[in-house]
């Protein structure tokens, strides 16, 4: 597996957090592995994301509009992101996401 180098600043006090973390318990050997275990978890969970998946779904959709790209790529994609939609879930990130737009623009009383 190949490697990238990161360089990373934080504040003291997260910094001094994680070593006692590590102190503590003993789990992760280095500072290194707990980020890369945390950069991973956090992956997951943006990825399992329903408003994340909208989002994707709509860059695609746009990147869509101004490429080349086939028809059949362009099902295959978003047949691939509708399998990790519950549509309950994007029905309800939506309407969120509207109401939250209308105070936004129009204030809370709206």
Known sequence: MKYASV???FPVE???EIERF???TGIYTNKSEFIKEACRSHLR??????AIA????????AQAEQSRQSD??????LAALGEKVDAD???QAVEEARKDTSEQVYGSDA
């Open 7 to 9: 360089s990373v600043k």
């Open 14 to 16: 997260l910094d001094t």
């Open 22 to 24: 590590l102190d503590e």
């Open 45 to 50: 969970e943006l990825n399992d994301d329903t």
């Open 54 to 61: 909208a989002l994707r779904l709509e860059q695609l959709l």
């Open 72 to 77: 059949s790529d362009i099902d295959a994609e």
């Open 89 to 91: 879930d994007l029905e």
